[in-house]
T-cell receptor, first 112, second 113 residues
Framework: AQSVTQLGSHVSVSEGALVLLRCNYSSSVPPYLFWYVQYPNQGLQLLLKYTSAATLVKGINGFEAEFKKSETSFHLTKPSAHMSDAAEYFCAVTLNTDKLIFGTGTRLQVFP | GAVVSQHPSRVICKSGTSVKIECRSLDFQATTMFWYRQFPKQSLMLMATSNEGSKATYEQGVEKDKFLINHASLTLSTLTVTSAHPEDSSFYIC?????????FGPGTRLTVT
């Protein structure tokens, strides 16, 4: 069975600082991996996804993530945080396009 | 990009009543839609897979008689919470698949008093 673990339920950074949100996955076969962002009382918006092509995936809003099979990780990064990045971020895994298994989420706070 | 809407965005109902939540794919047809439930400050949990023209597939632990799902057309799936109780209060989110990608609705906040 697949699963994802997001280390750190809360991450706080200063505006302009590096953002690093951690995600480790467990899967018996190469998975598809996703990062979603959720703003308060809204649905989820896809930031980026890994589908076995390039290991470094670039997404929207300046975010990117690197698939590292040896570390079973898919950490999300952004070089410079913006106030508008404050939101909840979810890592998700699936073996196909259907059942997404979500992590517990990481709330990102950005301080001026 | 693909747009998925939900209606209503917020609903308050009394304990024991039923409430229906609609999920629509506005600019594409979706044979498969999903319903998720999200408790405060928690992750999304898949409740069921809604298939157009056939019965929904429920995840383990989800009561199919309590959470009725109907996918009568290629653009509409409905979730009816029957005999709602305060513990059913939650944020319900649907998604629809288009070209191998899930697109999420904005969610419905259900409060049962």
């Amino acid at each position: 069975a697949q699963s994802v673990t997001q280390l750190g339920s809360h991450v706080s950074v200063s505006e302009g600082a590096l953002v690093l949100l951690r995600c480790n996955y467990s899967s018996s076969v190469p998975p598809y991996l996703f990062w979603y962002v959720q703003y308060p009382n809204q649905g989820l918006q896809l930031l980026l996804k890994y589908t076995s092509a390039a290991t470094l995936v670039k997404g929207i809003n300046g975010f990117e993530a690197e698939f590292k099979k040896s570390e079973t990780s898919f950490h999300l990064t952004k070089p410079s945080a913006h106030m508008s990045d404050a939101a909840e971020y979810f890592c998700a895994v699936t073996l196909n396009t259907d059942k997404l298994i979500f992590g517990t989420g990481t709330r990102l706070q950005v301080f001026p | 990009g693909a747009v998925v809407s939900q209606h209503p965005s917020r609903v308050i109902c009394k304990s024991g009543t039923s409430v229906k939540i609609e999920c629509r794919s506005l600019d594409f047809q979706a044979t498969t839609m999903f319903w998720y439930r999200q408790f405060p400050k928690q992750s999304l949990m898949l409740m069921a897979t809604s298939n157009e023209g056939s019965k929904a597939t429920y995840e383990q632990g989800v009561e199919k008689d309590k959470f009725l799902i109907n996918h009568a057309s290629l653009t509409l799936s409905t979730l009816t919470v029957t005999s709602a109780h305060p513990e059913d209060s939650s944020f319900y989110i649907c998604s629809a698949i288009r070209q191998d990608e899930q697109y999420f609705g904005p969610g419905t906040r259900l409060t049962v008093t």
